[in-house]
């Protein structure tokens, strides 16, 4: 039985910048992730990030892990468990189960801070289940992990910031974007990733679906369609688009099965992803012991759930009578930079998604 503070599942941003924040205040802090190296989602991500510098704006983000493990590391209250499943939690008796392939470990944390990231959606349409069906993450970890490429024609379904960023980074490869095709009449991520794509002459078909891939063994087209405003294929709409992969960004939803285990009251957002815990502004769930952070509290992104990670770790080690320097301030400031994150068009949707998922008037 290993004993703990506070233990950090997951090392995407928000369990690194939770267990800084946790290593910083003096806890013995424990963080576990299931990959063999940190970063989660930032491993990945080759652009350089917007927003503020406290969120390493201009920063790639496959860069970030390497920063903030460089302060992790010289800190020896601060412990890494790489390759490490955290497979159960048993709220009554704080207990964690840990596996890392060979073993079996029990934990016993006073605090968790549970920051296991999302999933991604899948999309029904026949033949969905051909090789050459790719979800946007297991795209770009082919290309910018292990340098494969996916295909050499890809048909991109989603305009979110994931499906335009994706397809940007496959062009950067020399893979062909036939098209885009989005359900919904607006494209739903950032116009600038947008106007990149156009610029590079991709298609943006907006009220437009695929129906079906095409293909024996493999995919080698997919029958797109236009769709009215109930998303129902309009007649006579449909045609043919050659291709071999057929790329899904269709959104992310929660990971949340620790909390479920956790006994935390779990509350069905559809603008955060799916289930959810309810939680009060310092991220806490119901289950006292339990604090949530990044994509696992609703589907956003890297910058926002750094910040998440930070209230969470300032709160939990708060809780447990840590010292932490300037906390009301910091605390004051992260919570106006989520604010100004969440200020654009693409953000009010994600507040209301908040509002619901807060504990009425914000204190537990
Ligand atoms: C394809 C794709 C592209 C994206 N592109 C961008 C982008 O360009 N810019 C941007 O800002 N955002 C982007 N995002 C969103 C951004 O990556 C996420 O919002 C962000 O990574 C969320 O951080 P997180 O720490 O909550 O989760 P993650 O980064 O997903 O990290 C979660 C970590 O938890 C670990 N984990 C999960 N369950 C367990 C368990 N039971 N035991 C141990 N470890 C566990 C995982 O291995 C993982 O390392 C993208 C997301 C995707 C899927």
Redesign the pocket.
């Known amino acids: 039985m290993r004993e703990t503070d506070i233990a950090v599942?997951?090392?995407?941003?928000?369990?690194l910048a939770a267990a800084l924040a946790c290593g910083e205040s003096g806890a013995t802090t424990l963080l576990?992730?299931?990959?063999d190296a940190p970063?989660?989602?930032?491993i990945k991500?080759t652009?350089k990030?917007f927003g503020s510098e406290r969120q390493f704006a201009g920063t790639r983000?496959i860069q970030i892990p390497d920063i903030i493990m460089d302060q992790l590391s010289k800190m020896p209250n601060v412990a890494l468990m790489w390759g490490?499943?955290?497979?159960g939690y048993y709220a009554d008796s704080g207990v964690l189960t840990l596996e890392d392939g060979a073993r079996f470990i029990k934990a016993k944390a006073k605090r968790v801070i549970i920051?296991?990231?999302?999933a991604?959606k899948p999309l029904a349409f026949e033949n969905n289940d051909l090789p050459g069906v790719y979800g946007?993450?297991a795209v770009?970890t082919l290309m910018n992990v292990h340098g494969v490429k996916p295909g050499d024609r890809v048909l991109m379904v989603g305009s979110g910031?994931?499906g335009l960023?994706?397809s940007y980074q496959l062009i950067q490869a020399h893979v062909e974007v036939v098209a885009l095709v989005e359900a919904a009449g607006r494209i739903g991520g950032y116009l600038v990733h947008a106007a990149k794509l156009r610029r590079a002459g991709v298609p943006i078909l907006t009220s437009h679906t695929v129906v079906r891939a095409l293909g024996e063994e493999t995919v080698r087209a997919a029958v797109v369609a236009e769709v009215d405003q109930s998303w129902q294929v309009k007649p006579g709409s449909e045609r043919e688009v050659a291709c071999d992969v057929i790329c899904l960004a269709v959104g992310?939803t929660p990971?949340v099965d620790?909390m479920w285990q956790a006994g935390c009251e779990m509350k069905y957002v559809p603008a955060l992803g799916g289930h959810v815990p309810v939680r009060d502004e310092n991220m806490r769930a119901s289950n006292p012991a339990v604090y949530v952070?990044?994509?696992?509290g609703g589907?956003?992104?890297?910058?926002s759930?750094m910040i998440s990670?930070e209230i969470a770790g300032i709160s939990a080690a708060r809780s447990l009578g840590f010292e932490v320097k300037e906390a009301d301030a910091r605390l004051a400031q992260l919570k106006a930079d989520l604010a100004a994150i969440r200020s654009g068009p693409t953000g009010e949707k994600i507040c209301a998604g908040i509002k619901c998922a807060t504990v009425c008037g914000g204190e537990w």
């Open positions: 599942i997951g090392a995407g941003p928000a369990g576990v992730d299931f990959m970063g989660g989602q930032l991500q652009h990030f983000g490490t499943n955290a497979s920051a296991t990231g999302a991604e946007a993450g770009q910031n994931i960023i994706v992310l990971l620790m952070a990044g994509d696992a589907v956003e992104e890297a910058s759930a990670g």
